[in-house]
């Protein structure tokens, strides 16, 4: 199984759930939210639930569950949403136009600065509210700024030579959604998002479901 500092990735990838069932019963007055409640909302088993919290450090009490407040602050600082990061995108095409409009980055925690892209038909203005700029800005801004992420959705052909960028812009975090394995160095993180195999897992689980 694959692990992140010993929590394992499916529980990280359920957890940004649990925040947002914790915080929607936090916000309606509620003091405690149970496992079987989590559960419930998402279709699965309580104790899956348990053992995804108890892996972040979150105690709950017995017959009450975990305090709403503390679940939702919990698993906010374990996710990282406290520290404010800041992403970069390169690639303001639909992709990438879309992700500088997703409101989820900022109710998150996370500052996407801006966009860049070779098309001077877009450079110079923006896009959901977020400057478009030349790659050869990319340096100087992510330096500056102190910005550590970056998020790769140009065509495939220029992934890699965008990635060479990131690197030497200080990136040591990359959102790849191109389908091609970058090429970087041992520091430096590649979250690969492969849409089409994604699609193809969906797929498969509705050809089972309706055989």
């Known amino acids: 199984m694959k692990t992140v500092d010993g929590t394992s990735i499916e529980t990280i990838r359920r957890l940004p759930a649990y925040y947002g069932i914790a915080q929607k019963f936090y916000a309606e007055g ?3 939210v149970s496992s079987v409640a989590i559960a419930s909302h998402l279709n699965i088993d309580s104790i899956i639930v348990r053992k995804d919290i108890q892996q972040i450090g979150i105690e709950g009490k017995p017959k009450l569950g975990y305090e709403a407040s503390a679940l939702v602050d919990g698993i906010a600082e374990f996710l990282g949403w406290n520290r404010k990061d800041r992403l970069i995108l390169a690639g303001c095409g639909a992709l990438g136009s879309a992700l500088l409009g997703y409101s989820g980055f900022k109710s998150r925690g996370y500052d996407l600065v801006a966009g860049f892209d070779t098309n001077p038909s ?4 923006q ?11 990319m340096i100087d801004l992510c330096l500056r700024m102190h910005i550590t992420i970056g998020i790769i959705a140009v065509p495939s052909s220029a992934a890699q030579s965008v990635a060479d960028l990131m690197v030497k812009s200080g990136i040591i975090g990359i959102w790849n959604f191109t389908p091609v394995p970058l090429k970087v160095p041992q520091e430096v993180i590649v979250q690969q998002e492969d849409l089409v195999s994604s699609l193809v897992i969906l797929l498969k689980k509705l050809e089972k479901e309706m055989a």
């Open 127 to 137: 896009i959901h509210g977020k400057d478009i700029l030349p790659l050869s800005k």
């Open 122 to 125: 877009i450079i110079g203005t």
């Open 30 to 32: 509620a003091t405690y």
